[in-house]
């Protein structure tokens, strides 16, 4: 079935660091959601890419819909303590929302923690 | 703008029990998703609902269950607990089509 490999699965971060994280699948996607998830609460919704190539900026997030669409890359510059926590890439299952929507397929994510 | 809210956000119960959790969506959305996050497994999705249909199923026995009401809101039933289904629920509303999904902050079940 489908899935998404997210790289690295964890990182350690020093404040004013610059952050990135990518999420790779074998099949094609036409939408890339990346989402933030905190200790004991729901994801939270950070950046949306809807188009191949495109390069969309939320803040100091930043986040690349891959040419080959089977790719997606985010960001962080300039890395604050409250950067810290999961960040999880997704897709919609059947690869676009056309297909089967509201059944999200989610990376395993990548974990930012603050560097000891 | 109230968000998606669960309830409960906590809950213990005993092996072959049985559960309902419950989800309110945003105002005005008529989709909602209801996904599973544990360690091994990450986040899976169980169902989808629209319009008070189950749109959508994911791969769980049918121990899970749902539905939704003519307001949107929604619950989850799970009967004869196991101790594998200890995890957090997630619900998540959209208003439908690519527009995204907010999720709540979910329910934390444990099964003991």
């Known amino acids: 079935g489908q899935q998404l490999n997210q790289s690295p699965q964890s990182m350690f971060i020093q404040e004013g660091e610059d952050v990135s994280m990518n999420c790779t699948s074998s099949s094609i996607f036409n939408t890339w959601l990346w989402y933030k998830q905190d200790p004991g609460e729901g994801p939270v919704l950070l950046i949306a890419?809807?188009?191949?190539?495109e390069l969309t900026s939320n803040g100091r997030l930043t986040a690349q819909f891959g040419t080959t669409r089977k790719d997606s890359f985010l960001n962080i510059s300039a890395s604050i303590p409250s950067d810290v926590g999961i960040y999880f890439c997704?897709?919609?299952?059947?690869?676009?929302?056309?297909?089967?929507?509201?059944?999200?397929?989610f990376g395993k994510g990548t974990k930012l923690s603050v560097k000891p | 703008k109230a968000g998606v809210t669960q309830t409960p956000r906590y809950l213990i119960k005993t092996r072959g029990q049985q559960v309902t959790l419950s989800c309110s969506p945003i105002?005005?959305?008529?989709?909602v998703s209801w996904y599973q996050q544990t360690p091994g497994q990450g986040l899976q999705f169980l169902f989808e609902y629209f319009s008070e249909t189950q749109r959508n199923k994911g791969n769980f026995p049918g121990r899970f269950s749902g539905r939704q009401f003519s307001n949107s809101r929604s619950e989850m039933n799970v009967s004869t607990l196991e101790l594998g289904d200890s995890a957090l629920y997630l619900c998540?509303?959209?208003?439908?089509?690519?527009?995204?999904?907010?999720f709540g902050s979910g329910t934390r079940l444990t099964v003991v």
């Open positions: 890419l809807y188009k191949a190539g």
């Open positions: 997704a897709g919609p299952s059947g690869g676009n929302y056309g297909g089967s929507q509201g059944n999200l397929i």
């Open positions: 998540a509303s959209s208003l439908g089509g690519d527009r995204g999904y907010t």
């Open positions: 105002s005005g959305h008529r989709s």
